[in-house]
């Protein structure tokens, strides 16, 4: 009786003493996660390969000898790729977030082998600043449930839906309306620009696709050099400046393009996006208003997407404003 007790012990502990190392691994796994920073933290390169964690409140990305931390209580919003799937369903293949961030190489937020995690966060002016983040499939879902238990917010999935309507503008005449418009018009003079997160009346955005779209604009603005200051939505600072433009952008069409084209062709079969770029003063008055059109092609080393839309709304801004000093 006693050496079959002792038997048995024995296989039992064999049996969770081989089970302990595993866990052990998976669990320092899950709390380092290898990422690729793709967008948005601010002082990081785009395509930052690093180590995502959740440590002492702050999301922690460590890159080459470097590492960022953002204020878990500063996020006021964080989705996975997951979460985005199960909102839009089938019509995540429409706007496929291939290479959206001016690289060269080519990377979709949806493939099955990668995940995201993208965040909206408040710097220390309460300036709002979106990061995209890709990993390795089934990790993100463990930084988000990490960094909302520290106190981040984040949206329900209704909340992220997407709910394509076709547009009825045709893109290349609004462009052309908006040329003929800027040959009447004056340059308006102002030395800073405020820019409001991306929103959307007809297609409720993802928020990698959102996000995207707002930082891409914010950098294009930057390289401009056509402000003295660029603020981002929200941003204290910006409640000083008497002559202050203010941006809101609305997505109001998307246009679809062929998924098979796009996969036999690789360049043709493009899809659109057709963004209402409004520019106001701090009173709410309307100083210009005109319709962007971005391409967005989905398959190919160094195509761009919301980078597009950037480049030309960017384009809008040189063509209709210049500072008081007439630069």
């Known amino acids: 009786m006693t050496l079959r007790r002792t038997t048995v012990f024995a296989g039992v502990a064999l049996i969770f003493g081989g089970l302990l190392p595993p866990i052990g691994n998976a669990q320092q796994a899950a709390e380092h996660v290898k990422a690729v920073q793709l967008i948005g933290l601010a002082g990081v390169k785009q395509d930052a390969k690093g180590m995502l964690s959740v440590v002492d409140g702050n999301l922690h990305f460590v890159h080459a000898k470097a590492s960022s931390d953002v204020s878990a209580t500063s996020i006021q919003d964080v989705v996975t790729g997951g979460d985005t799937e199960k909102a839009v369903g089938k019509t995540i293949g429409m706007i496929s977030m291939a290479a959206p961030y001016g690289g060269g190489r080519f990377l979709s937020l949806f493939r099955k082998k990668i995940d995201t995690l993208t965040v909206q966060y408040r710097d220390a002016e309460a300036g709002l600043h979106g990061a995209i983040f890709s990993m390795p499939v089934g990790t993100a879902d463990v930084i988000k449930k990490g960094i909302v238990a520290q106190g981040a917010r984040a949206a329900s999935t209704a909340e992220i839906n997407v709910v394509p309507t076709p547009s009825n503008s045709s893109p290349k005449q609004a462009e ?91 360049v043709a079969g493009a899809t659109s996006i057709t963004v209402h770029c409004e520019f106001t003063s701090t009173d709410g008055k309307p100083l210009l208003e005109q319709d962007v059109n971005g391409k967005v092609r989905f398959f190919g080393g160094n195509l761009k997407a919301t980078y597009d839309f950037a480049k030309k709304a960017a384009h809008v801004v040189h063509e209709n404003f210049s500072s008081p000093d007439g630069k």
């Open 176 to 266: 052309s309306a908006s040329a003929s418009q800027e040959q009447k018009r004056a340059k308006i003079k102002a030395s800073a620009i405020q820019v409001e997160m991306i929103q959307s009346d007809e297609i409720k955005l993802p928020a990698e696709f959102q996000v995207a779209l707002y930082e891409n604009l914010v950098h294009q603005l930057e390289k401009q050099e056509k402000f003295r200051h660029i603020y981002r939505e929200g941003d204290h600072n910006a409640a000083t400046i008497a002559d202050l433009v203010i941006l809101h952008s609305t997505v109001r069409g998307f246009k679809a393009g062929s998924e098979r084209t796009r996969q036999v062709t690789t």
